[in-house]
């Protein structure tokens, strides 16, 4: 039934079931100015967010070194 809805709809069941990208993006992330951030982001050229990538990962890498050798 949700594939014929779907289908009706021109959206896929996904969308239809739990909203669009964005929306579950907005659901799962509660920091409103992170939120913001991350918007501004997906306006830089390709080489700006590969370099914003790095620097998360870089972060969250330290972060998990420093967790482990706790």
Known sequence: M???IA???EV???SLIYGSDEQIINNKLNDEELLQLFN???QLSD???T???AM???FV???DIQKQLA
């Open 12 to 14: 896929s069941t996904d």
């Open 51 to 53: 370099s914003v990538k």
């Open 47 to 49: 080489e700006d967010v």
């Open 2 to 4: 949700a594939k014929k």
């Open 40 to 42: 501004k982001v997906q």
């Open 61 to 63: 890498f330290q972060k």
């Open 7 to 9: 289908d009706a709809l």
């Open 56 to 58: 998360l990962k870089a």
